[in-house]
C-alpha cells in the first residue's frame, strides 16, 4: 500500500511516496516524471552496501545511465570541499540540465546532494530518497539543501525542491538505534508545533526508542503524519517568509549546541531535543505555556531515549554567543519558536538573554 502525499507549490510540486520495498520501484517512479537519463547517485559507503545495488537495478531496469559517488559518512564532511567533489564527478560524467541527482542516505547526503543540484548548471533535477528517520519526516521535505560553514550550520545554501522523494520505511531495520532515536526528536517536534494528535498517539505507545518495539503500521503512521505536516507548511511559505519559521523548533539552540561541539558530539536530532527542553523551558518562563505541557514533551523526548541536558562543561556565555550567528537573527535579535499550546506555537524575538541564561543554567 502506498501512501501519496502531495507537496503543492507554485512553481514546483511534487509528491512524497511513502510504501514498502519503494526503492525497487525508484527507476519507474523517476521514469514517469520524464527526466533525462543520466543519473548521479550519491550515498555513503555503509547505506550504499545495503541499498545500492538495488537502487542502481532499479534505474538501469527503467532505463537511466547510472553513475554513483559515494561521501564519508558524518556533520563533520558537510562542507564545500564535499561539494567539490560531487561537481567534479558531475562534470566528468557530463551531468546535463535535464539530469537528475539521486540522494540515498540520511540527511547530510540529502542536503549535500541537493546543494550540489541547485547549483550544477544553475540547477538540475534532485531526487531524494532518505535512509534514515531524520531524512523521511523532516530534511528530505522541503527543498533545503546546503553545507556548513565552520562557524554555523547550514550557513551556505539554496532552496531547491526535489522531483520526488520516495520513502522505504523497511529500510530503517539498517539504522543504528542512536540514529534511529535522533529522528524521533523531529518527529516529537511535529506533535508540538502542529499536531496535537500525533503528539497524544506517541504518548499512547508503549515504545519510542527502538524500532524493533514499534509495529510497522505505527512506524508508517508516524512518518505519513510528520510528512503531511512538513508539506502543509512548505506549501504555505515556501522559502520561510513567515510560517515555514516554525519548523525550527528546537533548532535555535540546538544548532548552537552541534556548532559549539564541533558536530562530533552529539546526532542533529539530540541537539534538537536539547534545544527542545530549552525553548519549552523559556515559554513557560515567560507565561506562554503551561508547565503540565512542557512536562508531557520533557516525558515523550525521554520515552524516545534521547537527552534533556546539556553536555556536561559547554560553556552557557558561548552558547548565547553562538545564537548571534543563527541564520534566524534578524536586526540583532534572536528569534525563538515558543509553543503556546499542544500543537501550536509562536515565533518571537522578545526573549531577553538573561532568560535564555537562567533556562541553561537548570539543564
Not at 563533520?76 to 562534470?91: E, V
Not at 542536503?111 to 541547485?118: E, K, L, R
Not at 530518497?129 to 539554496?158: E, F, Q, R, Y
Not at 520505511?169 to 532515536?181: A, G, I, Q, S
Request: hydrophobic share 40%; with cysteine.
Amino acid at each position: 500500500m502506498t501512501s501519496v502525499i502531495h507537496v503543492n507549490l507554485p512553481q514546483q510540486s511534487y509528491e512524497i511516496a511513502i510504501a514498502p520495498s519503494s526503492l525497487d520501484q525508484l527507476g519507474q517512479q523517476m521514469a514517469n516524471l520524464s527526466l533525462g537519463k543520466k543519473v548521479l547517485v550519491v550515498s555513503n559507503p555503509s547505506i550504499f552496501k545495503y541499498y545500492g545495488e538495488r537502487a542502481i537495478k532499479s534505474l538501469t531496469s527503467a532505463g537511466f545511465e547510472v553513475a554513483t559517488h559515494n561521501l564519508p559518512p558524518g556533520e563533520r564532511y558537510k562542507t564545500l570541499n564535499s561539494i567539490q567533489k560531487l561537481y567534479d564527478i558531475a562534470l566528468k560524467n557530463r551531468l546535463e540540465r535535464s539530469s537528475t541527482m539521486v540522494a540515498l542516505g540520511g540527511g547530510v547526503i540529502g542536503d549535500m546532494t541537493g546543494f550540489a543540484a541547485a547549483t550544477w548548471l544553475r540547477g538540475i533535477n534532485i531526487v531524494q530518497v532518505p535512509t534514515t528517520l531524520l531524512a523521511m519526516v523532516d530534511s528530505a521535505i522541503g527543498g533545503k539543501t546546503g553545507v556548513n560553514h565552520p562557524h554555523g550550520k547550514n550557513l551556505i545554501g539554496a532552496f531547491h525542491q526535489p522531483r520526488l522523494v520516495l520513502i522505504s520505511p523497511e529500510v530503517l531495520k539498517t539504522l543504528p538505534m542512536r540514529e534511529f532515536r535522533a529522528g524521533m526528536a523531529e518527529v516529537i517536534k511535529y506533535g508540538v508545533i502542529w499536531d496535537a494528535e500525533l503528539f497524544a498517539q506517541m504518548e499512547a505507545s508503549k515504545h519510542l526508542n527502538q524500532l524493533r518495539y514499534i509495529k510497522p503500521e505505527f512506524i508508517e503512521y508516524i512518518i505519513t503524519r510528520s510528512c503531511q505536516a512538513k508539506a502543509d507548511v512548505v506549501a504555505k511559505d515556501e522559502k520561510e517568509g513567515g510560517l515555514r519559521a516554525i519548523l525550527n523548533y528546537g533548532h535555535t539552540i540546538g544548532h548552537a549546541v552541534e556548532s559549539l561541539t564541533g558536530y562530533r558530539l552529539l546526532k542533529h536530532g539530540e541537539a534538537v531535543a536539547i534545544g527542545m527542553v530549552a525553548a519549552g523551558q523559556i515559554a513557560v518562563e515567560l507565561g506562554m505555556w503551561q508547565k503540565e505541557d512542557t512536562e508531557r514533551q520533557n516525558a515523550l523526548i525521554q520515552k524516545a531515549g534521547l537527552p534533556t541536558q546539556l553536555p556536561e562543561g559547554l560553556d552557557i556565555e558561548a552558547i548565547i554567543n553562538a545564537l548571534q550567528l543563527d541564520k534566524k537573527v534578524k536586526d540583532g535579535k534572536v528569534r525563538f519558536v515558543l509553543p503556546t499550546e499542544m500543537g501550536v506555537v509562536t515565533v518571537t524575538d522578545e526573549v531577553l538573554s538573561e532568560t535564555i541564561q537562567q533556562v541553561l543554567q537548570r539543564m
